[in-house]
């Protein structure tokens, strides 16, 4: 499957998801089964945490379809980036997707500021340039785009393996913002 037709099914399971006409293939026991010797998701999903943005309900995917990293804020940090690599180097996954949301608590804290300790600080730091290109009144969903899209950025950057196939057209990055009223998904570029 090229970038193209994983960003196509990753569209069309949103709009199955968005329309309450979720089909909930590829959960059973044959699928468990057919997946035991191994995995070729289509897609990579960067995404935040927060419990209401389930990547795999959002875009409607079964078992072994979405190689998901998730953690606060959606940030490009050493653990996630080498997760992705993973997936592309060892799972053939030609599209990632950077998935911000509305309302990201991560994001509100970095907007905020101020001093949240050692972990949640050195996470936030990753938000930081986002901060620092945003205008000076951005909204939270302001950052929270500024911040899917310099992650986009910085996963090419951080990465060798990650730039490579970019590079070469053999892998696609793309940011994303998930509206939590209307569980659509907006592709930002
Ligand atoms: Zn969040």
Do not use: W
Not at 9 to 14: I, S, Y
Not at 124 to 147: C, F, M, Q, R, W
């Amino acid at each position: 499957m090229t970038h193209q037709e994983s960003l196509s099914r990753l569209k069309e399971g949103n709009v199955r998801f968005v329309k309450d006409h979720l089909n909930g293939k590829l959960q059973d026991s044959s699928r468990r089964n057919a997946l035991i010797g191994g995995q070729e998701p289509y897609a990579i999903i960067l995404g935040c945490a927060d419990s209401r943005v389930v990547p795999e309900l959002a875009f409607d995917t079964g078992l072994g379809e979405l190689f998901t990293v998730r953690v606060a804020g959606n940030v490009a940090n050493s653990s996630s980036i080498a997760s992705i690599e993973y997936a592309v180097a060892h799972c053939g996954s030609k599209l990632i997707v950077v998935l911000g949301h509305q309302s990201c608590g991560a994001v509100t804290a970095a907007v905020a500021g101020g001093d949240n300790g050692y972990n949640l600080n050195h996470l936030l730091g990753h938000i930081t340039p986002a901060l620092a290109a945003s205008k000076e009144n951005a909204s939270v969903n302001d950052v929270v785009k500024k911040n899917a899209e310099l992650t986009v950025v910085e996963l090419k950057n951080r990465s060798s393996i990650i730039k490579n196939t970019v590079t070469s057209g053999e892998v696609k990055i793309v940011a994303a913002y998930y509206n939590l009223d209307s569980g659509k998904v907006d592709f930002l570029d």
